[in-house]
């Protein structure tokens, strides 16, 4: 039997929400555009489905528009923030997704749009001075674009206080919420922000959808162009079962949010214990036992021929973790986000995730297993 301690990269679909998507798959038939009955009944699941997302948000469902994942959210509230709203700058950080910080890389490249990186401490937290200070600069039209929390070490951005400095200097505020959407509550009509982005399948829902959360203040024009799909803003027929699947697993998520939390922050504090135990000279990266997300545990392990090799005879013991973001999977790359937080360091790092799926006889389990591997 397998182990999966990588949620932070997807998450099992949880059986409930197949059930519903299931039933959507075998009884929703109708195209949500379509004006007869079978049109007119998809369209109302869709749209229930918008009101229980926004209403977990505190958001109105006119703010909620369903897309692919968090991937083409965050590049549409990017791309669009610069072609229609006037962006012409964007404070970020050298620890964001993939998927925000290649935007920014097209963007300043073809938009010449200036692209600056706040400072960060080693443990990923951002140096909100530094953010303030760039944030004085009035010289263009700025959007701070950060994440909730870091996917590969954990790391909890305080959204208050950014959102606080970005409406004090009259910045956009874009936030991509990816790893912390169903874990934590989250709510827009207290918290200022301009774009959310959000994606089912880190919240034990399917892969392949996701949402974003456009403030009513901003009118943006779509980012895929087609139909009247999503109140003219998307274009492209509705995946019906996917955004009904997403809807349920995050009604769940947030239900069960506190049971799911105390079950999961148990198993990565006795998971560190445990390792602790163990293994001599570890390093736990980010903040995981401050302000870091409860589901991520970053170990730097010490130097050795057998750490070199660590994550691929994991695998082979039947454990699945990882090294980095699943978004480079089958590259070897290395982290950009320990190269910019701990650049040159020797360590073989490991991020283990865990989900309410997850025991404590999985983590004794794995603990065994890298002894063996490990000697």
Do not use: W
Not at 54 to 64: F, K
Not at 111 to 121: G, I, L, N, P, R
Not at 123 to 137: P, V
Request: with cysteine; charged share 20%.
């Amino acid at each position: 039997m397998r182990i999966f301690f990588d949620n932070a990269a997807t998450t099992p679909i949880d059986d409930r929400v197949i059930e519903v998507m299931v039933d959507a798959l075998r009884h929703t038939n109708g195209n949500p555009s379509s004006i007869h009955q079978e049109g007119r009944t998809a369209r109302s699941a869709i749209e229930q489905a918008r009101r229980q997302i926004a209403r977990t948000l505190n958001a109105s469902i006119g703010e909620i528009f369903f897309t692919s994942g968090g991937t083409e959210s965050s590049n549409m509230a990017l791309k669009r923030s610069v072609q229609d709203l006037g962006v012409r700058r964007i404070i970020s950080a050298r620890t964001e997704h993939h998927c925000v910080l290649h935007s920014l890389e097209t963007l300043a490249k073809e938009e010449e749009v200036k692209v600056v990186f706040v400072d960060q401490a080693n443990n990923g937290h951002i140096q909100i001075n530094h953010l303030e200070e760039l944030l004085q600069d009035a010289t263009h039209k700025t959007l701070v674009s950060l994440m909730h929390t870091n996917n590969e070490v954990g790391t909890l951005l305080d959204l208050e206080q950014v959102s606080a400095l970005c409406a004090q200097y009259g910045a956009l505020f874009h936030t991509d919420t990816v790893q912390s959407m169903g874990f934590y509550p989250i709510d827009v009509a207290k918290t200022k922000i301009a774009f959310l982005t959000g994606s089912a399948h880190k919240f034990h829902g399917p892969k392949g959808i996701g949402f974003i959360y456009i403030n009513s203040e901003n009118i943006i024009h779509p980012y895929i162009d087609g139909g009247s799909q999503e109140r003219n803003m998307r274009g492209g027929t509705e995946n019906i079962s996917g955004i009904l699947g997403m809807a349920k697993a995050l009604e769940l998520a947030t239900t069960e949010m506190e049971t799911r939390r105390a079950h999961i922050q148990g198993l990565r504090d006795y998971f560190a214990e445990q390792l602790q135990a163990h293994f001599a000279d570890l390093e736990f990266n980010g903040d995981p036992f401050g302000q870091g997300h409860y589901k991520i545990l970053s170990v730097g392990f010490s130097p050795s021929p057998r750490a070199d090799l660590l994550l691929l005879n994991l695998d082979i013991a039947g454990v699945a973790a990882s090294g980095g973001s699943a978004c480079s999977s089958g590259v070897d790359v290395g982290s950009h986000v320990m190269d910019a937080l701990k650049h040159g360091s020797p360590r073989q790092t490991l991020r283990f995730s865990f989900s309410y799926m997850n025991s404590k006889e999985e983590v004794d389990q794995v603990v065994q297993r890298l002894k063996e591997i490990l000697g």
